[in-house]
């Protein structure tokens, strides 16, 4: 070993040493991370974490559709893509039927998770919400369909028109049928970015506490972090940060998901994130979110080939199949992954593929459809 490569390993040895050890890191390990370009050695620091949370070879996935309900949204974020402003002619509200539709489509398939979000559509207070959440249980309840769905931008516009607290609005939600809440929009939690890129959103404490009332009333929930727009790496370590924080005082994060800003067709514009930044980035936070139990893959934003990389980063779940929302063809709607071609990549690999529910139980193969196996029990 030359002496170059003696110093490298040097600038991280201590760390290593505590993460063997099991030890918390802080934000000056974390700063140092983020500086050191040695992505083995990362990757080796990021697995270690990973095992010991999720030990084994096993991967998970979950069969489910993306349901964009709305695209009506009046804040106008400069990284989407996707809204378009009341009144605006290629606006669009689904029915509850055209949702019913898209719902059965996925059923068909054996998909058994709905994702479902949308923009801040001045026209929808609680009860749209309601009666759309009941008449999907009532329709799909047997099934075992899981609703994990509105982000906390949406929840806190939803308690706001409808005049509700946030705790009354979750807990009518949770009682209408939700079952857990995607942690979109989250973005970077830091008001200096998020005063930025989206200057009419939530801010970073608003967006903590949707999800610490959300714990409170019994809804478990991811958390995201979208980075690469204009946050450095302290904003990141500082999300890493408040995350881990609030995981200490709640428990319910059930997993965390990295993924970079995508500028096309944005009124942010600027260039995409590296590979390299992202295994990176993936690496430091399984390294500094000890207690958040799974990190999930973003093939959708990275391509297959680098969250396949990225399994051996610190990552234990590749996602969803994600069906896509208008694809059909002759033969009816299909997935954006095609299941075979998701456990495919995850073999390839080195790894086994499991299915999984929202709540990470894994699933048995050949599981029929409306198996008890497929609902979600509920969070002790």
């Not at 979950?62 to 989407?80: E, S």
């Not at 068909?108 to 994702?115: A, K, R, V």
């Not at 075992?144 to 939803?158: D, K, Q, R």
Request: aromatic fraction near 10%.
């Amino acid at each position: 070993m030359t002496i170059v490569e003696q110093a490298r390993r040097a600038q991280i040895d201590d760390i290593a040493e505590k993460v063997y050890a099991g030890e918390r890191l802080d934000w000056e390990d974390g700063r140092r991370l983020f500086h050191h370009h040695n992505l083995p050695e990362l990757a080796a620091l990021a697995d270690h974490v990973r095992q010991r949370l999720n030990p084994g070879r096993t991967v998970t996935y979950i069969v489910g559709r993306n349901v964009n309900y709305t695209n009506v949204c009046w804040v106008r974020c400069k990284f989407c893509a996707f809204y378009r402003v009341p009144g605006h002619e290629e606006g669009y509200t689904l029915t509850y039927d055209q949702i019913y539709e898209k719902i059965q489509q996925m059923v068909d398939l054996g998909g058994i998770e709905i994702l479902m979000q949308g923009g801040l559509n001045p026209k929808l207070k609680i009860e749209w919400y309601e009666d759309l959440l009941r008449g999907i249980k009532e329709r799909f309840g047997a099934y075992g369909v899981i609703l994990h769905a509105f982000s906390p931008a949406e929840l806190i516009y939803i308690q706001k028109i409808s005049r509700l607290s946030m705790e009354e609005t979750l807990t009518r939600l949770k009682q209408a049928g939700l079952d857990s809440i995607p942690g979109g929009g989250a973005e970077i939690l830091t008001d200096r970015v998020r005063e930025y890129i989206a200057p009419y959103k939530d801010t970073a404490e608003e967006w903590l506490d949707c999800m610490r009332v959300a714990h409170k009333v019994g809804l478990r929930s991811t958390v995201t972090m979208m980075y690469g727009s204009v946050d450095t790496w302290e904003d990141r370590l500082e999300h890493l940060m408040k995350t881990r924080d609030l995981q200490d005082e709640t428990g319910g994060f059930t997993a965390f998901i990295p993924w970079s800003f995508q500028p096309d067709g944005t009124e942010l514009a600027g260039e995409r994130a590296s590979a390299f930044d992202y295994l990176r980035t993936v690496a430091v936070s399984r390294l500094i979110l000890d207690n958040i139990p799974h990190m999930q893959a973003s093939w959708v934003t990275q391509g297959p080939k680098v969250a396949q990389v990225a399994l051996g980063y610190g990552l234990d779940d590749f996602g969803s199949t994600m069906m896509e929302e208008n694809v059909v063809s002759s033969a009816g709607c299909a997935f954006t992954m095609p299941i075979e071609e998701l456990e495919r990549l995850i073999r390839e690999a080195g790894y086994e593929p499991m299915r999984r529910t929202t709540q990470y139980r894994h699933l048995p193969l050949g599981v029929p459809e409306g198996s008890p196996l497929l609902r979600e029990a509920p969070r002790d």
